[in-house]
Antibody, heavy 117, light 112 residues
Framework: EVQLLESGGGLVQPGGSLRLSCTASGFTFSSYGMSWVRQAPGKGLEWVSAISGSGSNTHYADSVKGRFTISRDNSKNTLHLQTDSLRGEDTAVYYC??????????WGQGTLVTVSS | DVVMTQSPLSLPVTLGQPASISCRSSQSLVHSDGNTYLSWFQQRPGQSPRRLIYKVSNRDSGVPDRFSGSGSGTDFTLKISRVEAEDVGVYYC?????????FGQGTKVEIK
């Protein structure tokens, strides 16, 4: 059974940082691209970032480019999203999803990031 | 960036009746590999999104056959043949052909 479990969310001040993680199980992690998608309170889905199975290719939404960094540790079946220079508009539930350009056959339950002073 | 425009944004439906959601892209979603990476997602209240359809018309495992996807190029449709109470939620299209990936605004389906 495929499982994706996010962690690392919380309350952070503007300008602060958080490192989100997603632990995967039930599939050959290194064979698949992975993505982060976020959803601000009461709003729609926004794609944030994706990474190839090997980790050699990464892509970002314009809204986070230069501030967020996606990475993965295939030895630990874990996906990361380093979020720096956080702003109020980054407040959202962050989901990890299996796949990159064909993302979404499996999703995690999400982790809430709140940026507020 | 590719803009995905869904309509309608709100869709009141009667149980047992059909429903249809349109998704239009600002440029063709035909990839250089010949595939069209257009997916549909359902998000029930309080839940994570669930993919229903990938590559325009392929149903994901476990998705009821009352859901179908169609379209080509820049014009795509999700149809529910007979709406059931469990279909209430917000539906999103997503294009995976061009970076950055982009979602539609979402269509809220509710029962009349």
């Amino acid at each position: 059974e495929v499982q994706l479990l996010e962690s690392g969310g919380g309350l952070v001040q503007p300008g602060g940082s958080l490192r989100l993680s997603c632990t995967a199980s039930g599939f050959t992690f290194s064979s698949y691209g992975m993505s982060w998608v976020r959803q601000a309170p009461g709003k729609g889905l926004e794609w944030v970032s994706a990474i190839s199975g090997s980790g050699s290719n990464t892509h970002y939404a314009d809204s986070v480019k230069g501030r967020f960094t996606i990475s993965r540790d295939n030895s630990k079946n874990t996906l990361h999203l380093q979020t720096d220079s956080l702003r109020g508009e980054d407040t959202a539930v962050y989901y990890c999803a299996k796949g990159s350009f064909q993302l979404g056959d499996f999703w995690g339950q999400g982790t809430l990031v709140t940026v507020s002073s | 960036d590719v803009v995905m425009t869904q309509s309608p944004l709100s869709l009141p439906v009667t149980l047992g009746q059909p429903a249809s959601i349109s998704c239009r892209s600002s440029q063709s979603l035909v990839h250089s590999d010949g595939n069209t990476y257009l997916s549909w997602f359902q998000q029930r209240p309080g839940q994570s999104p669930r993919r229903l359809i990938y590559k325009v018309s392929n149903r994901d495992s476990g998705v009821p056959d009352r859901f179908s996807g169609s379209g080509s190029g820049t014009d795509f449709t999700l149809k529910i043949s007979r709406v059931e109470a469990e279909d209430v939620g917000v539906y999103y299209c997503l294009q995976g052909t061009h970076w950055p990936l982009t979602f539609g605004q979402g269509t809220k389906v509710e029962i009349k």
